[in-house]
């Protein structure tokens, strides 16, 4: 079993830029597809985009694709998603995922989550 911990999350301007963190505990970290998920006020929880166990291959949904970028340092145990160009519509409690089953364009089998971080983008 594994227990995520994300950091990072904070205030930041329009078109700024954040990087959160997920920290993970156990021995298998290098081994879990890890995702990045979202919830806005008064919305369903979004898939953002997730990585492979390697650090090989990413996936974005579309309203992300080109400002966030998720990677990972599997010697720390640690995922990132590093966030720019940041619009008010990024405002959201930012959680990371892991999983077992390769496939990160897959937003489920997620077993494992964090407990989040808030990211808030005023205009």
């Known amino acids: 079993q594994v227990q995520l911990v994300e950091s990072g999350g904070g205030l930041v301007q329009a078109g700024g830029s954040l990087r959160l963190s997920c920290a993970a505990s156990?021995?298998?970290?290098?081994?879990?597809?890890m995702g990045w998920f979202r919830q806005a006020p008064g919305k369903e929880r979004e898939f953002v985009g997730a990585?492979?166990?390697?650090?090989?291959?990413?996936y974005y949904v579309d309203s992300v694709k080109g400002r966030f970028t998720i990677n990972r340092d599997n010697a720390k145990n640690t995922v990132y998603l590093q966030m720019a160009t940041l619009k008010p519509e990024d405002t959201a409690v930012y959680s990371c995922?892991?999983?077992?089953?390769?496939?990160?364009?897959?937003?489920?089998?997620?077993?494992?989550w964090g407990q989040g971080t808030q990211v808030t983008v005023s205009s």
């Open positions: 995922a892991a999983k077992r089953q390769t496939g990160v364009s897959n937003l489920y089998g997620y077993d494992y």
């Open positions: 156990g021995r298998s970290f290098s081994t879990y597809t």
């Open positions: 990585i492979s166990a390697s650090g090989g291959i990413t």
